[in-house]
């Protein structure tokens, strides 16, 4: 009897053993290795990151704020697949890749990207000069002497943005919300320390808005459409600190302060 219990002891560690060795051999076997394209990109600068792995990838995950956010995908990658990025900020960027096989096992690996300036140039202002409908009153309930009927100001900026870093497909997103001007007052705002760099190739599109409260009243491009896009490629060569844009059919002229790089 002792000699039964014996064996079935023996034989009980020898499957555990082989099972756990099997698990460890999966983990150790399985790894993945990540190859950009480039480590020094430039704003705006579109580049890729090769994933490349052991075994058949199941599950890929990634991120550039190690998991808080990020995307995923499900579907059969292969042993290799190419992820696509851009950035719009300067600075030290680090891209978390996470690989599952067939098996659930999961390995990561990280890439470190220096994102440059380039020939970037940065907004440093807006001024709005003219909108439709400017000095009458949005705001009924004010006297026709009281400056609070006149529009509360906000605008924004949406830029061409990488969506999906999987399928590399762009569209366009809001890119910056400025803050509000009551009563039109000076209708400029400040952008230096709001870090606003744009390969001058690329195309904005501008919207401005009279405020409800939180939430936008009325469109002041007398829309549709409700934005109007501005560009930098034909200043490349003069460099002006200011360009003008003027869309005489809505009544809007707005100025951009720009700073270049020499």
Known sequence: MKKTI??????FF??????ESNDNENSISFSINLTPSATNVDVDQAFTINVSTTEEIKELW?????FATGGYAQRQFGTSYTLNFN???LGQKTISVRAKNQNNVVSEKQVVISVLRGNALKINGVQVIS?????TTYDPEFGLN??????DLKFGFAKNKLVDRFLGTYNWLSWYNSTEIENQGNMTWQLNDANLFIHPNNTLRFTLAEMDGQIAGADL????PEFREISFSSFISTKP???SYTFPEIDLDIKVLVEWVN
């Open 6 to 11: 014996y064996l079935l002891l023996v034989s």
């Open 14 to 19: 020898m499957i555990n053993c082989s099972s």
């Open 62 to 66: 990634v991120s550039t704020d190690n």
């Open 87 to 89: 950035f719009d900020s």
């Open 131 to 135: 909108f439709y409908g400017i000095n």
């Open 146 to 151: 009281d400056s609070n009927r006149l529009a």
């Open 221 to 224: 491009l007398n829309g549709p």
């Open 241 to 243: 600190s200011v360009i």
